[in-house]
C-alpha cells in the first residue's frame, strides 16, 4: 500500500529527523493520506482491510524506508491487530479501537516500565478504581514511542483494592484527558525519530468504555493479553527485518560499484570473502521470512489448538531470532560495503544505530530461553537436589 515515490520521500527525510533528534511530522501527514493508520481496520468498518501478514510485509518496506518511522507507528498498528485479534478470540471490548482509528486518531503504547521485567505480566503501575467501571492510572512509563503525536494511549497497571486478589488493568487513556507528563528525554544511540519519551501517569483516566480488559497478572491466554503480546511480537520482528532487507541491498549496490586496485580494477563483487559475506547474511535473512509469514498467518487465523502452550515462546522467539539476525545483516553489510559506511552521513551507519534497539524489545534473549526451558522441561526444581 506504500508506492515507491511515498516510500523515497520518506527516506529523504530520516537522515535529517535522526541528525536533529526531531519527530517525523511529515511522515505522519503522509502516511495519514495514505490510508497506513486504517489499513488493517476490516473492510466491513470502512478500513483497509488488510491481515497481519500482509502488514508485515508493509512495516519491513516501511522500515527499510526509516526505521524510526516505522518503529513509531508500529505501536498504533500493534493496537488495531489487537483488536482484530481479540474480536477472533470471540471478546469485542477493543473495537472502539477500530473506530477511534477510522475517525483519525493516533495510538501509542504505554507499557513498558524501568525495572519490570516482567512487562505484561505484572505492573508496578497503580491502577485506581474510579466506581464506575474506569480507572486512573499512576506511575512511570518508559519507551513510549510517538510520544509528540499520539492522541491515545493504551497502557495498564495494577489494582491492588484486593491486595490478596490484584488485578492487572489493561485500559486507554485520551491526550486531550490529561493526567500527565512526557518528559523530553529521548537522546539516544539509534531510533532517534521515534521519540520514545518517559510518560509520568498522574491520574490520567480510562472511563469504563475504554477498558480492555481486567484479570489477575501473570501469562494466560487471556484475549488482550495475547492479543498484545502476538502483534507486538510479529510486527516488531518485521521492522527490524526490514532494516536487514535494506542494509542487505545497500552493501550489494555499494560492491558492485566498489572496486579493487589489488584485483586490477575488478568489482567487489567479485571478491570471494565479500560474497561469503553476503551471501551469509542473505542465507541468515532468508531464513525469517518465512517463520514471520507462518506466525502471522497463525495468528490471522487464530485457533488456540495450532501451538497450545507453545504461543508464547513461539512468539517470543521469532522476535529475537528477527532482531538478532537484522544485527547480525546490518553488521555483515557494514563490513562488506567498507570504510565509507562508517561515515554518519552513510545510511549504513543510521541502520547500524537503528538496528540495535531491537535487543531491548521484550521479549529478551533470557525470557526466551526461559520459556522454552519451562515448556521442553517443566518447572525449575530443585538444584541441586536436597540430600
Same mark, same amino acid.
Not at 486504517?38 to 468498518?45: D, F, I, L, N
Not at 497463525?298 to 507453545?310: T, W
Given at each position: 500500500?506504500?508506492?515507491?515515490a511515498?516510500?523515497?520521500? *520518506?527516506r ?6 535522526d541528525? %536533529? ?9 503522509d502516511?495519514k493520506?495514505?490510508?497506513?493508520f486504517?489499513? $488493517?481496520? @476490516?473492510?466491513? &468498518?470502512g478500513?483497509?482491510?488488510l491481515?497481519?501478514?500482509?502488514m ?18 508500529n $505501536?498504533h498498528q500493534i493496537?488495531v491487530g489487537v ?7 470471540g #471478546?469485542?471490548?477493543?473495537d472502539?479501537?477500530?473506530? !477511534?482509528a477510522?475517525e483519525g %486518531? *493516533? ?7 524501568a525495572?519490570n521485567d516482567?512487562?505484561?505480566?505484572g ?25 509528540p503525536? +499520539?492522541?491515545?494511549?493504551?497502557t ?12 492487572s488493568?489493561?485500559?486507554?487513556v485520551?491526550r486531550d484527558?490529561?493526567?500527565f507528563?512526557i &518528559?523530553e528525554? +529521548?537522546?539516544t544511540?539509534?531510533?532517534r ?10 491520574? =490520567?483516566?480510562?472511563? !469504563?468504555?475504554? *477498558? ?8 494466560a ?9 502476538a502483534?507486538?511480537?510479529i510486527?516488531?520482528a518485521?521492522v ?5 532487507r ?7 549496490e555499494t ?7 589489488a !584485483? ?11 560474497r ?6 542473505? *542465507? =541468515?535473512? #532468508?531464513g525469517? =521470512? ?7 498467518d ?7 489448538? &495450532?501451538?497450545?502452550?507453545?504461543w ?5 522467539a521469532?522476535k529475537?531470532?528477527a ?8 553488521? %555483515? !553489510?557494514?563490513?562488506s560495503?567498507?570504510? @565509507? ?11 547500524y &544505530? ?11 534473549? %533470557? ?21
Open positions: 500500500m506504500l508506492d515507491d511515498l516510500l523515497d520521500r *520518506i529523504s527525510r530520516a537522515a535529517a529527523v541528525r %536533529e533528534n526531531g519527530f517525523p511530522w511529515e511522515d505522519l501527514e502516511l493520506a495514505a490510508g497506513y486504517t489499513a $488493517m481496520v @476490516p473492510a466491513e &468498518r478500513g483497509g482491510g491481515t497481519l501478514t500482509e508485515t510485509e508493509v512495516q519491513q518496506r516501511l522500515a527499510g524506508a526509516a526505521p524510526a518511522t516505522a518503529l513509531t507507528f $505501536m493496537w483488536a482484530n485479534t481479540m474480536a477472533l478470540m #471478546d469485542d471490548r477493543a472502539f479501537l477500530l473506530d !477511534a477510522m %486518531e *493516533i495510538f501509542a503504547f504505554g507499557i513498558s516500565e525495572g516482567l512487562v505484561l505480566f505492573s508496578q503501575i497503580e491502577a485506581r478504581p474510579d466506581d464506575e467501571g474506569g480507572f486512573s492510572f499512576h506511575g512511570t512509563k518508559i519507551f513510549t514511542s510517538g510520544s503525536a +499520539w492522541t491515545m494511549l493504551g495498564y497497571g495494577q489494582d491492588n483494592t484486593d491486595p490478596e486478589n490484584p488485578k488493568v489493561y485500559g486507554f485520551r484527558g490529561g493526567g507528563e &518528559r528525554d +529521548w537522546d544511540l539509534g531510533m525519530g521515534s521519540q520514545s519519551c518517559t510518560t509520568i501517569l498522574d491520574g =490520567a483516566h480510562a472511563p !469504563a468504555d475504554r *477498558i480492555l480488559g481486567i484479570f489477575p497478572p501473570g501469562p491466554m487471556e484475549p488482550v493479553l495475547f492479543g498484545i503480546f502483534n507486538f511480537e510486527l516488531v518485521a527490524y527485518t526490514g532494516i536487514a535494506r542494509a542487505l541491498d545497500l552493501a550489494i560492491v558492485q560499484k566498489r572496486t579493487s586496485r !584485483a586490477g580494477g575488478a568489482p567487489y563483487s567479485n571478491d570471494p570473502a565479500i561469503h559475506r553476503i551471501a551469509s547474511a542473505a *542465507i =541468515a535473512l #532468508d525469517i =521470512a518465512p517463520q514471520l509469514t507462518s506466525l502471522a497463525d495468528v490471522a487465523s487464530f485457533q488456540p489448538e &495450532r501451538h497450545g502452550a507453545l508464547y515462546p513461539k512468539l517470543s521469532l529475537v531470532r532482531t538478532e539476525v537484522a544485527k547480525d545483516v546490518v553488521e %555483515e !553489510a557494514i563490513r560495503a567498507g570504510g @565509507p559506511s562508517y561515515y554518519s552521513s552513510n545510511e549504513l551507519s543510521r541502520l &544505530r537503528d538496528v540495535l534497539a531491537g535487543i531491548f524489545h521484550p521479549s529478551d534473549d %533470557e525470557s526466551l530461553h526461559n520459556a522454552w526451558a519451562n515448556a521442553m522441561l517443566g518447572p525449575v526444581q530443585e538444584w541441586p537436589p536436597a540430600e
